[in-house]
């Protein structure tokens, strides 16, 4: 079944994510709190102030008994002027001390909850151990470039798709290329923006295998709720592997349509996209190199299936208008041809 879209309030993968978790409980809890406590007030009120306009309700009198009792207490009104302006004093006294005590529990209230959010930052501030990887990720319009640096010293890119290993903290380099966005996985971290010129770094990690769900939380034009992202938490001995793969350039051609695919793409992708071991060396769109390895394509607007992929070729502008991708027009044998060399990017 598919996490509701509120799920992280309920579950956290991770270290850095759980204290958050824990602390949007206590706010809750005391949101809820102040909202029942200020029903209740509203509901009194409303029942004195009744009380007050109609006092048959209190004390069960006729409205002709209260007539009759009003000329009388016309003549005495000038001797009991007096005694109500003690009781109005009275009564203003009351409400201050109710004032008085509201607003001591509420300063108590508001300072544990100030306390409270400054233990988790400093929880969260650092990683309980020294990070093994370093993910730099650079935020466009409207996707992700996600850059790993190897041990050996090489490096490899993806796109949307950050994988990291289970139990290790991996620490996140975040940059922009255009304008302010914000990374936010809530699964596993908090929110941290993504600022031009600046490099803005967080810390995430995964205690057990998943795929969670990133979005860019920061306005940043037309196509802010399609840029979207998916960490994928896997064992160590995997998470090695698929790096592995990363890291080595396309597969060769393996047929006259593959090749003829290849063409294809480097007349019309090229310029933009990079694909290792080719020609390619585009930097404006994500990287290619192993695209169909990947869950989903247009920073998560499209499973990535083979159909999907030429659909966004072909309508780009229909699926993500405004996006830097444009539609590109094909005859149905260049299509075909290009499907499959992109289905041997694996």
Known sequence: MAPTPLAYFLHSAGPASAPVRLLGWGLAALCAGVCVAIATLL????RGTRDAADPSRKTGKTPQAREAEAFGAEA????????????????????????????????VLLFGALLSMLRVLAAVADPPRASTLTVHVTAYDWWW?????????????????????????????LESADVIHAFWVPALAGKTQAIPG?????WIEADHPGVWRGQCTQFCGPQHAHMALEVVAEPPDAFARWAEREARPAATPA?????????????????????????????????????????L??????????ANRLD???????????????????TPAEAGDLAAWLDMLG
């Open 255 to 295: 047929n006259a349509a593959s090749r003829h695919g290849e063409q294809v793409f480097m007349a019309h992708c090229a310029a933009c996209h990079t694909v290792r071991g080719t020609d390619a060396t585009g930097a404006q769109g994500p990287d290619l190199t192993h695209l169909a390895s990947r869950r």
């Open 198 to 202: 600046q490099i803005n770094r967080q």
């Open 43 to 46: 509901a009194l009120a409303f």
């Open 297 to 306: 394509i247009a920073a998560g607007a499209l499973a990535n299936t083979s």
């Open 145 to 173: 470039k996600a850059t790993y640096s190897t041990p050996s010293g090489t490096s490899f890119a993806t796109a949307n798709e950050i994988h990291i290993p289970t139990g290790e903290p991996v620490q996140v380099e």
């Open 312 to 330: 966004w070729i072909a309508h780009a502008q229909r699926i993500k208008p405004g996006s830097l991708m444009p539609g590109i027009v094909l």
């Open 76 to 107: 005495n009104s000038n001797a009991n002027s007096n005694a109500n302006s003690s009781a109005d004093g009275r009564t203003d006294s009351k409400a201050n001390r109710i004032v008085g005590i509201g607003t001591a529990i509420s300063t």
